[in-house]
């Protein structure tokens, strides 16, 4: 079993900014990608950014030059800085992990149950 738990969501004024925080747990022999994803009120889930094992990142447009992805393998975790904030950013926010549990396993995607962003105008 892999978990994922997110930390670090809350209110926030627009300009303002919060760090995001996601702990991987349980039987886990690799972790390849790890990721977020947001999903507003009566809208689809969306990309917001990922990041390989050795760092390599990639960012959805709408956050670009804003928010910054970054983990540390040793903790099996995975942050997300959120700068210039706005209220379009609300939403919840959930972290996800391409995941190798036994080396004679197949990679696996787990994902947390979210924390939720608000951005107040």
């Known amino acids: 079993q892999v978990q994922l738990v997110e930390s670090g969501g809350g209110l926030v004024q627009a300009g303002g900014s919060l760090r995001l925080s996601c702990a991987a747990s349980g039987t886990i022999f690799s972790i390849n990608n790890m990721g977020w994803c947001r999903q507003a009120p009566g809208k689809q889930r969306e990309f917001v950014a990922n990041i390989t094992s050795d760092g390599m990142t990639n960012y959805a447009g709408s956050v670009k030059g804003r928010f910054t992805i970054s983990r540390d393998n040793a903790k099996k975790m995975v942050y997300l800085q959120m700068n210039s904030l706005k209220p379009d950013d609300t939403a919840v926010y959930c972290c996800?992990?391409?995941?190798?549990?036994?080396?004679?396993?197949?990679?696996?995607?787990?994902w947390g149950q979210g924390t939720q962003v608000t951005v107040s105008s």
């Open positions: 996800y992990a391409n995941v190798l549990r036994h080396y004679i396993d197949s990679w696996h995607d787990y």
